[in-house]
């Protein structure tokens, strides 16, 4: 069965340093979304992109994060410099069309640990 | 932003006892979804919802669209240990834009003792 794939599993950074965040998703999927989660709390929206565009991002989503399409099989996220807290679990989603409008599979995520 | 307010936080139950937790939000919802999440996981999808009224079924897993879309229910029948887990409701609320943002519950921790 397709299913979302993220790279790395666990990323441990220092403070102020750049991270991407690689995701493959389910490859016949069209929408494409990052949710982070810190350690005991809920899943929170970050982004969601369509046709190589931003099409919403939440009020976490700033300056410091962007995300990128490089070719057709990658969905990266991006954070600038990161702070401390930006510690999270980092999940990217797909969904196919809006046939399924809402139905969004998971990855495993990425555990982000910034020091 | 959107509220979802999921309970019970946590439940403590023993192997073949049936379990329920229920989502509510404060403004109307037109699609629910279950997820669980294990350990160091992603959130695995159980059940999609769309309609008002609507109760989909997912081998042991039922799940209701509340009549209000308002609240949804999610009934496990038989628990088994491999039920453990973390189960999450999440939603999208009729004011949404087209990004379809999903809203998430704080989830509820289910431990089923053998």
């Known amino acids: 069965e397709p299913e979302v794939t993220q790279t790395p599993s666990h990323q441990v950074t220092q403070m102020g340093q750049e991270v991407i965040l690689r995701c493959v998703p389910i490859?016949?999927?069209?929408?494409f979304y990052w949710y982070r989660q810190i350690l005991g709390q809920k899943v929170e929206f970050l982004v969601s992109?369509?046709?190589?565009?931003?099409?919403?991002k939440s009020e976490i989503f700033d300056d410091q994060f962007s995300v990128e399409r490089p070719d057709g099989s990658n969905f990266t996220l991006k954070i600038r410099s990161t702070k401390l807290e930006d510690s999270a679990m980092y999940f990217c989603?797909?969904?196919?069309?809006?046939?399924?409008?809402?139905?969004?599979?998971f990855g495993p995520g990425t555990r982000l640990t910034v020091l | 932003g959107q509220q979802l307010n999921q309970s019970p936080q946590s439940m403590f139950i023993q192997e073949g006892e049936d379990v329920s937790m229920n989502c509510t939000s404060s403004s109307i919802f037109n699609t629910w979804l279950w997820y669980k999440q294990d350990p160091g996981e992603g959130p695995v999808l159980l059940i999609a919802?769309?309609?008002?009224?609507e109760l989909t079924s997912n081998g042991r897993l039922t799940a209701q669209f509340g009549t209000t879309r308002k609240d949804s229910f999610l009934n496990i029948s038989a628990s088994i240990p491999s039920d453990v887990g973390i189960y999450f409701c999440a939603g999208r609320s009729l004011g949404e834009t087209s990004g379809s943002r999903l809203t998430f519950g704080e989830g509820t921790q289910l431990t089923v003792n053998p």
């Open positions: 919802l769309y309609k008002a009224g």
């Open positions: 490859s016949n999927h069209l929408y």
């Open positions: 992109f369509y046709n190589n565009e931003i099409s919403e």
């Open positions: 989603a797909s969904r196919f069309r809006t046939s399924t409008p809402n139905e969004q599979f």
